[in-house]
């Protein structure tokens, strides 16, 4: 006897309506740090501290990140007088760690449990401090009129990283972090399509890359020198290159031995990427860049 085909169980065809539902709970979930699990809604963690999804994603934005798109501005860097303008930013807190099956770079909001467990202190893991000073610096007119010859960035471990002034930094702290992470461990980044290297690490110490007579000024609120920012640079000639260091971590004094005068800009505690900000706007008014 043939069975009839109307015996076979038919395939329930799914509206539209039920379809967008469906991707609409996709989208939402995505933001999500913790994922689910199938079977009694409980969350799956590492033992770390991490999820994994956290670590997935973090992966996934280091590989998207083959390089950094060139800011097409052709004065950066370019200006001929020689004269300019020199940022460092000391101890800042750039570390990549084995974080459950991958490395990433610790931050105190998402590897808290991880640091903790490692006795470290996570208020002292602040890379968007360095994330936030460096963007001040690449995005202020004095940057983008040339007078930025050069930035470093030394890590509280010793690293010495160069950062090219026409590099365009990623906007967001997840980008930022996958740019970190490629560099330290790949020890350089090179623009898209190009040989160019925009980010590197080199050589201690950072004196060497420092010009002949240039001027070396440290930042500190502790610092005994109040001065306004706008008067201090208008006695500098403007012909003489200066060098500023800029601590980029959430607590403490930087302590380096090349720093010739250690100034205060204010009299109450600022942030670095403040700090900046009253540097290049006082060095924009000198050279009349508006």
Not at 12 to 27: G, H, Q, S
């Amino acid at each position: 006897m043939v069975r009839p085909y109307a015996i076979k169980g038919r395939k329930r065809k799914k509206n539209k309506t039920e379809r967008y539902d469906k991707e609409e709970d996709e989208e939402e979930n995505v933001g999500f740090v913790e994922e689910e699990l199938e079977e009694g809604g409980e969350q799956k963690k590492l033992k770390s501290g991490v999820t994994e999804s956290d670590e997935e994603k973090a992966e996934e934005a280091a590989q998207e990140l083959a390089g950094i798109p060139v800011n097409l501005n052709e004065q950066q860097g370019n200006d001929k007088n020689g004269a300019g303008v020199i940022f460092i930013l000391e101890k800042a807190s750039l570390e990549v760690a084995k974080v459950g099956k991958g490395y990433q770079l610790l931050n105190s909001e998402d590897h808290s449990n991880f640091l903790k467990k490692n006795k470290r202190n996570p208020a002292e893991y602040r890379p968007d401090i360095s994330h936030q000073a460096i963007l001040n610096i690449l995005d202020s007119p004095l940057n983008k009129a040339g007078k930025l010859r050069a930035l470093y960035v030394r890590t509280e471990k010793g690293v010495l990283i160069e950062i090219k002034p026409h590099v365009r930094i990623p906007r967001t702290f997840k980008r930022f972090a996958g740019i970190m992470l490629q560099l330290l461990q790949k020890l350089s980044i090179s623009a898209v399509g190009k040989r160019e290297k925009l980010m590197r690490v080199i050589k201690n110490p950072v004196t060497q890359y420092l010009p002949v007579n240039s001027r070396k000024i440290g930042f500190s609120h502790s610092s005994e020198k109040l001065v306004d920012m706008h008067d201090y640079v208008a006695t500098v000639d403007k012909d003489a290159t200066l060098v500023f260091v800029v601590g980029a971590m959430a607590h403490g004094k930087i302590e380096c031995d090349y720093i010739e005068d250690f100034i205060s800009v204010s009299g109450y505690p600022l942030s670095a990427a403040y700090c900046i900000t009253r540097i290049t706007n006082a060095l924009e008014r000198k050279h009349g860049i508006i």
